[in-house]
């Protein structure tokens, strides 16, 4: 068995030199994960359906993925609420079109729910596979929310990306397990940006 068979069989470790044909299966699996997510709870999906779903072998499905968790580590990075809710960058002011956009991430979190939820649910994973994944779509996240704050400088813009994270992540998990109006995400994001709008216009 080669090292690049040995790596798949291991559970899909990397991506890395897999040639387009595996590529493209490995996509198939996680398009088929995805679907299933937006029709149901993520406890209730069943990886055999998935594979059976996706047209694959549940044993083949294994080869490139180790879990159900890392399955859907992948899955948050092929549904990027980030990406898929980002507009076109707009003539707005700075501090407008900064706004614009999170309210836009809110908006798209609150939306799909069941993607949110997973995160929050892998946190805990004790596979090593999907907390790498989980955590590229963590600086996804970040990196994209850094992205709309060109106006500071790099290690500014990032600071304040962590810190509105941390304020988005918190409280759009406080709206889905105790319950709550998500009117109120917005509005404390809008005060954290009430704060910022000078940097942001200076």
């Known amino acids: 068995m080669s090292e690049q068979d040995e790596r798949t069989s291991a559970g899909g470790v990397s991506v890395e030199g897999l040639p387009a044909w595996q590529l493209a299966r490995r996509e198939q699996i996680v398009r088929a994960a995805l679907g299933a997510l937006e029709e149901q709870e993520y406890e209730r999906i069943q990886i055999r359906d998935v594979a059976a779903d996706a047209g694959v072998a549940l044993g083949t499905l294994y080869r490139y993925f180790s879990s159900k968790e890392h399955l859907y580590a992948a899955?948050?990075?092929e549904w990027a609420a980030f990406d898929r809710a980002r507009p076109s960058r707009s003539?707005?002011?700075?501090?407008?079109?900064?706004?614009k956009r999170?309210?836009?991430?809110?908006?798209a979190l609150h939306r799909q729910p069941q993607f949110f939820k997973v995160y929050?649910?892998?946190q805990a994973?004790?596979?090593?596979?999907?907390?790498?994944?989980?955590?590229?779509?963590?600086?996804?996240?970040?990196d994209s929310l850094a992205a709309e704050f060109d106006m500071l400088d790099d290690a500014?813009?990032?600071?304040v990306a962590i810190m509105l994270w941390s304020i988005i992540n918190s409280m759009i998990t406080q709206v889905l397990?105790?319950?709550?109006?998500?009117?109120?995400?917005?509005?404390?994001?809008?005060?954290?940006?009430?704060?910022?709008?000078?940097?942001?216009?200076?």
Do not use: C, M, W
């Open 156 to 159: 500014e813009a990032h600071d």
């Open 75 to 77: 899955v948050l990075g």
């Open 125 to 142: 994973s004790g596979d090593a596979n999907a907390r790498e994944l989980l955590t590229q779509f963590a600086q996804v996240a970040e």
């Open 91 to 99: 003539k707005a002011a700075p501090a407008e079109r900064v706004r």
């Open 120 to 122: 929050v649910l892998l």
């Open 177 to 202: 397990y105790q319950g709550g109006p998500v009117t109120r995400v917005h509005e404390v994001v809008d005060a954290f940006l009430d704060l910022l709008t000078p940097r942001l216009e200076a």
């Open 102 to 107: 999170v309210h836009a991430v809110i908006r």
